[in-house]
């Protein structure tokens, strides 16, 4: 099963790059339609910016031992959910590094995942929807949203480097195409979901699939103008 898995996910390799490549235009596009206006939405930029304000006083150690921690979490994150067996994770004691082990072949998805999915923004979604179904949402909890969409910011940028082995393995064209979509696509979510929680999330997706058919028309149009 898990080999059979993997085949599928490497089927899907290029074909998912180029859907993101194509939904880079929406996934601009959809952030016209949050307004900046309300208060889980300014609540949502005062921890974004707040984030900022607390990395320049944080100590660099700290701060490195936190990315490798996620960045590793997130490959067996993955590892687990293609149904590879973790063996192990490791950060190394001087902060240059960590790694983690598994059973089985890899696949793309595992080797690119920190790059694109924030982990800890999930986990503070799946803490807010506990939360909130057993009490009232506030803006404290959208200052979190907003500070953990800093963090992924912040760590994605700063492992994408000429020096990280992992790109080379899934190949820079490849990256090239699909992690600014696949970052758009994931801002965009936590920031859907920070104004209607799950029906936010899937509201946007449905707006970016309204985007890109809009795109589509668009462009069919200007082509038939031409010829």
């Avoid at 959910?81 to 902060?95: E, F």
Wanted: hydrophobic fraction near 50%; glycine fraction near 6%.
């Amino acid at each position: 099963m898990q080999r059979l898995l993997n085949k599928f996910i490497e089927l899907c390799k290029w074909p998912v790059a180029l859907y993101m490549l194509f939904s880079l235009p929406a996934f601009v596009q959809s952030f016209h339609y949050f307004k900046i206006s309300t208060i889980p939405n300014m609540a949502m930029i005062g921890g974004f910016l707040g984030f900022f304000i607390i990395r320049g006083f944080m100590d660099q150690d700290s701060k490195s031992m936190m990315e490798i921690a996620a960045h590793e979490m997130t490959h067996a994150f993955f590892a687990f959910l293609t149904l590879h067996k973790v063996k192990s994770l490791r950060v190394n004691p001087d902060n240059d590094g960590g790694a983690m082990s598994f059973e089985g072949p890899s696949n793309w998805l595992i080797i690119i995942s920190p790059y694109f999915f924030p982990l800890f923004g999930m986990c503070v979604m799946l803490g807010i929807s506990i939360y909130t179904h057993y009490f009232s949402s506030n803006f404290i909890l959208n200052l979190i949203m907003g500070f953990f969409i800093g963090y992924h910011i912040d760590a994605v940028t700063s492992q994408i480097h000429d020096k990280q082995t992992d790109l080379p393995k899934v190949s820079y064209k490849f990256c090239w195409l699909f992690l600014p979509g696949a970052n758009l696509w994931s801002i965009g979510s936590m920031a859907a979901f920070n104004s209607r929680g799950w029906d936010g999330f899937w509201m946007y997706q449905k707006l970016i699939s309204m985007l890109n058919d809009k795109n589509i028309s668009m462009v069919k149009y200007y082509l038939s103008q031409i010829f």
